[in-house]
Structure formats: C-alpha cells, structure tokens
C-alpha cells in the first residue's frame, strides 16, 4: 500500500473533497481518500499496482487538476 498526498488548489469546501472521494473510491485499487478542505489537500491510499498517473488522470477529469 501507498499513501500520497495532492494538492488541489480548487478545493474550496468539504462538497469538492466528497465529490472528490466519491470518484477516487470507484477506481479499483484505492482503499481510503480523505480531504481537508482549508489546506486544499487529499490523501489517498491505494495498491502498489494502481499508478499514481491514474489518480492523476481522474482529478483531472473531473475538474479538481493535483498540482
């Protein structure tokens, strides 16, 4: 397991983190996503085998880019 944390400068409130975590806990591999809304950051816990490009790519997609 892995843990890592992303920053997300368009997090503005605790809906972007659940939006957030609802899409990161549907892609298979990703255990845990917590956020903190004032820090505008996430952390997300996921199997050795899932890339961090995945992650990467879903944030994206969904309109919160991680720098």
């Keep these: 397991m892995q843990t890592k944390q992303f920053l997300i400068?368009?997090?503005?409130?605790g809906h972007?983190?659940?939006t957030i975590t609802?899409?990161?806990t549907e892609?298979?591999?990703i255990t845990q996503?917590?956020?903190n809304?004032?820090?505008k950051q996430i952390e997300v816990v996921f199997d050795d085998a899932l890339?961090?490009?995945k992650i990467l790519t879903t944030l994206k997609e969904i309109?919160?880019?991680a720098q």
């Design 33 to 35: 996503v917590s956020g």
């Design 27 to 29: 892609i298979k591999g």
């Design 22 to 24: 609802n899409e990161l």
């Design 51 to 53: 890339s961090v490009e």
């Design 37 to 39: 809304p004032e820090t």
């Design 16 to 18: 972007c983190v659940r």
């Design 63 to 65: 309109g919160y880019p």
């Design 9 to 13: 400068p368009n997090i503005s409130c």
